[in-house]
C-alpha cells in the first residue's frame, strides 16, 4: 500500500476489504447450523416485532410512533429497525438477520479509515482497516446477533465525525453530522455514551477555554441534533430504562461475581482481555515498531502529540468509563478496539530497514491464518491456542434441536390460538427466547416463556399455561425449584406428552400439552349474524366469595369473536350485590397465521375453560352479557338465562386458574391504600405478564373497565377507576392515565394517594410543573407520607428548584 494512492483508490480498496469480509462471513453462515442462544434470540425477537410492526405502518399516526417505541422499552431500537428490510427480503431466520452486520461492518471500515486519514495518512488508514478484519474481537462478535459489534462501528463512526469537526475545519455541517452519529449512537445502546463521554467533555473544555463561542455553537447544534433523534424512545421508556438498568448493572453484577469497584481486578479486567480481543499477533509486533522507532520520532512525535492526546482522551475515557460499570463482560469494551487499530498500524508502520515489509505483510499473513483456524475447523489448535486463545468460533454443524417441529406440533394443535410455551430447560439451544423465535416466522403464534422460578407460583403456573416444554439430562442456567415443575407436569394427571423428540446430546426433548385446555376453538359451517352463548357449564350452587368454574362456548364469525370483549354481570335477583366476569373471547388469544377471508367469514365455536371470583352475599345471581367490539365499539346484549346460587353451606370448588382480567381487577381494588396497594399488583403483573404473551389481558381490561365507567351510575365506581388506571399506567398511556386519576379524585377527593398517583404520572410525562399542582394537595391531605414528600421533591428537582427539592429530600 503506497502513500502515492489517491483518496479514490483508497475508498475502493476499504470497499474490497469489507466485500471480502462478508464473503467469509456469508460462507462461514453456509456452513453454521447455530440456534440463537438467549441474549442473541432475544434481540432477534426485537427485529421480529418491528418487522411485524412496519407491516401496516402509520406514519402521520403519532399513537403508532408511540407504540412503536414502546415496543423496545429497555433496548434502544436502531439494530431492530436496520434488520427489518433483510426479513422481509430473505425471510425471518438468523442469516437472514445476520445481514445487518454487513452494514455495520461497511460503517466500521470507513470510520476507521477516515480516522486514518485525518490524524495520520493514507498508509496508515489502509493498513488499520486490513488490520480490523483479523481483530478475533471483532470478527468473532461480527457473526453474533448481538449489539456489541453495532455499538463498536457506531461509537467509531461517531468519533470519526467529532474527528473530523475537530481537527479538519469546523463547520456547521459536520456539526450536525456529528450530532446525528451521536443520536444513532446512543439509538443502539446507552453505553455508546461510555466512550464519546470524555471526548465531548474534552472538545467543550478546549473550545471553552479558548473562548471559541463560534466552535461552542455548532457543538450546541449538534448537541439539539442529536437529542431530536434521541428524544422519542428516551422519553417514552426512561423510567422502565433506568429500573431496568439497575437489574441489568447492579444485579446482574452481583448474581455473576463481578469485582467490587473497590478490588483492582475491576480496573484490569479489561486489561487482561484485550491481548485476546487483539490477538498476541497483533499486539506484540507493532507494539515492539513502536518501542523501536520512538528514539527515531522526536520530530514528527511533536507535530503529532495533538493526535496521540486525542487517541488517549477516547481510548482512556472508554476503559475508565467501562471498568466503573460494575457488571463486567468481555465484549463490552469492543468499542476500542478500532481505534487501537490505528495504533497497531502504526507500530507495524513503524518497523525499518529491509525486513520491514516482509515484517508487515508476514504479520498480517500470521493474523489471516489465525482467523481461518479461528474461524474455520481446519485444525491447528494448538496454534491458535498461543497465538489467539479463547476465540475461536468454529460453526456449529449439528442439527436436529427440533424448535421448529416443536412450533408446528402446537400450531398444528390450536391453529387457531396464540400459544404461550411454558419453557422449563434453559440451555443455549433451548430456552424461552429461542422458542419465541421460532415462534416469531410464524406470526408469533407461539411464544416461548420461562416459568417455575419460584416455588410459590408453581401451581399458578402450571394452571395457567396449556404447553410445556421438558428434557432430560442437562437443564443449563435453571434454579433448583426447576426440579419441582417438571415432575409436577411430567406426573400430574392434567397433562399429556403430545411427542418427544430425540435430540443431539442424546437427551429426549418432551412436549406436554394440558388433557382439558383452557381454551379451544374449532370451526362451523356457518357463522350466526352476532356472537352467541352457546352453552354455559356451571355448578348450581357454590360457596360466597370464592372462585367458581366456568365453561363458556361462544359461536360467531372469527372477526367478530376475535374483536370481541363479553361484559358479563352476575348479579342478584333480589338484592344489590353482583360480580364481574368480563373478558376477550378466547381470553383475547383468537390468532391464525394462514386464515384465508373465506375462512373468516365462517362460524368458529370457541370454549373457555376458566374461574370467577364469586360475591359474598348469599342469594340467587343470574347472569346479563353484552357484547362489546374492541375495535369500533359497537354493543348488543347476549341473551342468556344462566344463573346460581350462592351458598355458605356448600364446599369450596376446585378450579383453575382465574381469567387475567378479573385477577388484575381484584388485586387493583386496594390501590386507594398508597404503596401497600401498588406492590402487589406489580408482583401479579410480573408473573401474569409471562402467560400472555403480548399483554393484551390489559387492554382487554381497559376496554372493559371503560364502558362500565360509561354507564349510568355504574356500581364500585371507584374500583372500575382503579382498574382503569392501572390498565392505562401498564400500558403507558400517559393521557389516559391522567384521566382515569381525574375519575378517582372526582369519586374521592380526600384520598391523597389520588394526587400522588397523578402526579407521578404528570413526572414520568416531565411535567413537572403540574406534577407539583396536584403533589402540594397530596402532601396537605397526607404531610406525613414519605412517599408523598419523595415525589414532590422530586418535582422539584425536575422544575428547577433545587432548595425546595434539597428541603423536601432532607425532611424524609
Not at 402532601?779 to 425536575?798: C, F, G, H, Q, Y
Request: glycine share 8%.
Amino acid at each position: 500500500m503506497k502513500r502515492s494512492l489517491d483518496g479514490r483508490q483508497g475508498l475502493i480498496i476499504v470497499s474490497i476489504i469489507w466485500i471480502l469480509g462478508i464473503l467469509v462471513d456469508r460462507f462461514w453462515f453456509s456452513l453454521d447450523h447455530t440456534v440463537p442462544a438467549w441474549d442473541q434470540a432475544d434481540y432477534l425477537n426485537g427485529g421480529i416485532i418491528y418487522t411485524q410492526a412496519f407491516q401496516n405502518p402509520r406514519w402521520f399516526d403519532g399513537d403508532w410512533w408511540r407504540s412503536l417505541w414502546l415496543m423496545s422499552p429497555k433496548i434502544p431500537p436502531l439494530t431492530y429497525l436496520l434488520t427489518i428490510p433483510f426479513f422481509n427480503l430473505f425471510g425471518i431466520s438468523l442469516d437472514a438477520g445476520m445481514w445487518v452486520m454487513a452494514i455495520y461492518s461497511a460503517l466500521l471500515l470507513f470510520s476507521v479509515y477516515g480516522l486514518g486519514i485525518i490524524l495520520f495518512n493514507g498508509t496508515v488508514a489502509l493498513w488499520a482497516v486490513l488490520i480490523c478484519q483479523f481483530l478475533p474481537g471483532l470478527y468473532y462478535y461480527r457473526l453474533e446477533y448481538l449489539l456489541d459489534f453495532p455499538l463498536a462501528a457506531i461509537v467509531t463512526f461517531s468519533y470519526f465525525c467529532l474527528t473530523w469537526w475537530r481537527f479538519s475545519g469546523q463547520g456547521w455541517l459536520k456539526a450536525i453530522a456529528f450530532g446525528i452519529s451521536f443520536g444513532l449512537g446512543m439509538l443502539v445502546k446507552q453505553t455508546a455514551l461510555f466512550f464519546l463521554f470524555l471526548p465531548i467533555l474534552w472538545v467543550l473544555g478546549e473550545n471553552l477555554r479558548r473562548k471559541r463561542w463560534g466552535n461552542l455553537a455548532q457543538l450546541m447544534l449538534s448537541f439539539l441534533t442529536a437529542a431530536w433523534l434521541m428524544f422519542p424512545w428516551y422519553r417514552t421508556n426512561w423510567l422502565l430504562m433506568l429500573t431496568a438498568g439497575k437489574r441489568a448493572t447492579v444485579d446482574s453484577a452481583i448474581l455473576e461475581g463481578d469485582p467490587p469497584l473497590t478490588s483492582p481486578d475491576a480496573w484490569t479486567f479489561y486489561a487482561q482481555v484485550l491481548p485476546y480481543f487483539l490477538s498476541w499477533v497483533l499486539l506484540l509486533v507493532p507494539v515492539v515498531g513502536l518501542l523501536i522507532s520512538l528514539r527515531h520520532r522526536k520530530t514528527e512525535d511533536k507535530v503529532n502529540r495533538p493526535v496521540w492526546i486525542w487517541l488517549g482522551v477516547f481510548l482512556l475515557g472508554g476503559y475508565l468509563l467501562s471498568s466503573l460499570n460494575i457488571n463486567k463482560d468481555a465484549r463490552y469494551i469492543l468499542p476500542l478496539l478500532p481505534t487501537l487499530s490505528l495504533i497497531l498500524s502504526v507500530g507495524l508502520l513503524s518497523w525499518r530497514g529491509r525486513f520491514a515489509p516482509s515484517i508487515r505483510w508476514g504479520t498480517i499473513t500470521i493474523a489471516a491464518i489465525l482467523t481461518s483456524l479461528n474461524l474455520f475447523p481446519l485444525g491447528g489448535d494448538i496454534i491458535t491456542n498461543v497465538f489467539s486463545p479463547e476465540l475461536q468460533h468454529h460453526p456449529y454443524l449439528k442439527t436436529g434441536w427440533q424448535q421448529e417441529e416443536v412450533v408446528k406440533e402446537i400450531l398444528g394443535d390450536s391453529p387457531y390460538l396464540r400459544s404461550t410455551l411454558g419453557v422449563l430447560p434453559s440451555t443455549p439451544e433451548l430456552n424461552q427466547h429461542t422458542f419465541s423465535f421460532y415462534g416469531g416466522k410464524h406470526n408469533s403464534q407461539v411464544a416461548g416463556r420461562q416459568v417455575g422460578v419460584r416455588e410459590e407460583d408453581i401451581e399458578k403456573d402450571v394452571n395457567s399455561l396449556d404447553w410445556f416444554l421438558t428434557k432430560t439430562g442437562e437443564q443449563g442456567s435453571v434454579p433448583d425449584v426447576q426440579k419441582k415443575i417438571v415432575n409436577r407436569v411430567a406426573t400430574g394427571p392434567d397433562f399429556q406428552v403430545e411427542k418427544t423428540w430425540q435430540l443431539p446430546d442424546d437427551s429426549t426433548l418432551s412436549l406436554h400439552r394440558k388433557i382439558y385446555p383452557s381454551v379451544t376453538v374449532n370451526p362451523l359451517e356457518n357463522a350466526p349474524k352476532r356472537v352467541e352463548l352457546r352453552e354455559i357449564a356451571i355448578a348450581e350452587k357454590a360457596s360466597p366469595n370464592q372462585p367458581i368454574p366456568v365453561v363458556y362456548k361462544w359461536a360467531g364469525d372469527w372477526q367478530q369473536l376475535k374483536s370481541g370483549i363479553v361484559i358479563l354481570t352476575w348479579q342478584e335477583v333480589d338484592g344489590k350485590d353482583y360480580w364481574m366476569h368480563d373478558h376477550g373471547i378466547a381470553m383475547g388469544g383468537l390468532m391464525a397465521e394462514k386464515l384465508t377471508p373465506e375462512e373468516q367469514q365462517k362460524g368458529f365455536e370457541v370454549t373457555e375453560k376458566t374461574a370467577m371470583q364469586s360475591a359474598a352475599t348469599p342469594g340467587v345471581y343470574r347472569l346479563s352479557a353484552v357484547y362489546l367490539n374492541r375495535e369500533t365499539g359497537e354493543t348488543y346484549p347476549i341473551k342468556t338465562n344462566a344463573q346460581i346460587t350462592i351458598d355458605p353451606q356448600v364446599s369450596k370448588l376446585a378450579t383453575p386458574q382465574l381469567d387475567l382480567v378479573t385477577q388484575l381487577r381484584l388485586k387493583s381494588a386496594n390501590i386507594g391504600q398508597g404503596l401497600t396497594g401498588i406492590e402487589p399488583i406489580f408482583q401479579l403483573t410480573n408473573r401474569i405478564n409471562q402467560y400472555d404473551s403480548i399483554q393484551d389481558y390489559v387492554l382487554q381490561a381497559d376496554k372493559a373497565f371503560s364502558y362500565r365507567l360509561q354507564q349510568q351510575n355504574p356500581p364500585d365506581k371507584l374500583s372500575l377507576a382503579y382498574g382503569l388506571a392501572i390498565s392505562k399506567v401498564l400500558q403507558q398511556d400517559v393521557a389516559g392515565a391522567i384521566k382515569a386519576t381525574e375519575e378517582m379524585i372526582k369519586i374521592d377527593p380526600h384520598n391523597p394517594y389520588h394526587y400522588a398517583y397523578q402526579g407521578f404520572i404528570y413526572l414520568y410525562d416531565w411535567q413537572p410543573q403540574a406534577a407539583q399542582k396536584v403533589l402540594d394537595q397530596a402532601r396537605k391531605l397526607n404531610p406525613d407520607s414519605e412517599e408523598i414528600k419523595t415525589l414532590n421533591a422530586v418535582a422539584a428537582l425536575m422544575g428547577g428548584n433545587l432548595v425546595k427539592a434539597w428541603q423536601l429530600w432532607q425532611s424524609n
